[in-house]
């Protein structure tokens, strides 16, 4: 378990955060995303070294790098607020740059949340059992913030993003979106960060709690890969984009319900897959199947767009 799980975060590290960000705010983010795969690569290599000092020192500069980041957070909310009231064109239509404030929080979720993981990081090369959790909980903590926390976040944000910059962005999405569409995806905006919370707050209270949190990110990712299924694949403009949409959505229908039941197993004691088992399902098809092509096929939507 110990390798793939390695690998699965490395892909997190050195591609899915730099490529995220550059999602997120291409002018604002840019010299983040940028300078992003230097401290990556450490926090990469400090996954092969045995535990100790020098695998903890590297996790630490990791850690440092995301602290930096998550701190680029608490000014978004604001920012995105002053866009809004200042934004509006001809006709009403939103901007390009207005941001929602669901979007606004699921984008603030996935800056803060590789902070998490690596905290996780940094305490399981250490050897210390951080809050008293075991050390293969905090290494299976580091892709769950890597993925659940920053790529799912990000993808619900832009989910909602390109719902509510529609008018602007008719690239991106579907003509005539379906009824429902911009309630659900606020759903999602906020169900995924809240979800991940709860799952977060579910590893200190109990089992219920977690399985609590594992229903809400459910309904949230299942809300994600209705809209990207429904609203935004239509819209790809080619072959290989609308693969990657319909990919990433196909793969969270599977993966989130062996979250479900992993997640109900645990609390009701109900048989249910090990830790090892889900890494190599739910995390592979996640880390490859949802965010892998969700990153790519965003990337190529925003290049059409500004093309």
Known sequence: MTVLVNLIVTLGMLYVVPAGLRLIDPAGLREAARLWPVPAALGALCLWLPRGIPATVLAALYAAAALALATRAPARLPAARRRSRAGGSAGGAPPRTTVSGPAEVAVCTALVSPSIAAAALVAERAGYRLFGFDLDILALTVPHFHFAGFTAALVAGLVCRAGATAPATAATTAPGAAPGTAGLSRWAAYSVPGGTLLVLLGYFVDDW????????????????????????????????????????????????????????????????????????????????????????AWRRLSRLSAG
């Open 209 to 296: 709690a977690e399985l609590a949190g594992a229903v809400v990110l459910t309904t949230g990712m299942w809300a994600v890969a209705l809209l990207t299924w429904r609203d935004i694949r239509p819209g790809a403009r080619d072959r290989t984009t609308g693969a990657l949409l319909g990919s990433s959505a196909a793969v969270l229908v599977a993966t989130m319900l062996l979250a479900l039941w992993w997640a109900a197993g645990e609390a009701t004691g109900i048989a249910h897959p090990t830790l090892t088992w889900m890494a190599a399902t739910h995390g592979l098809g996640n880390a490859l199947g949802f965010a892998l092509c969700s990153v790519l």
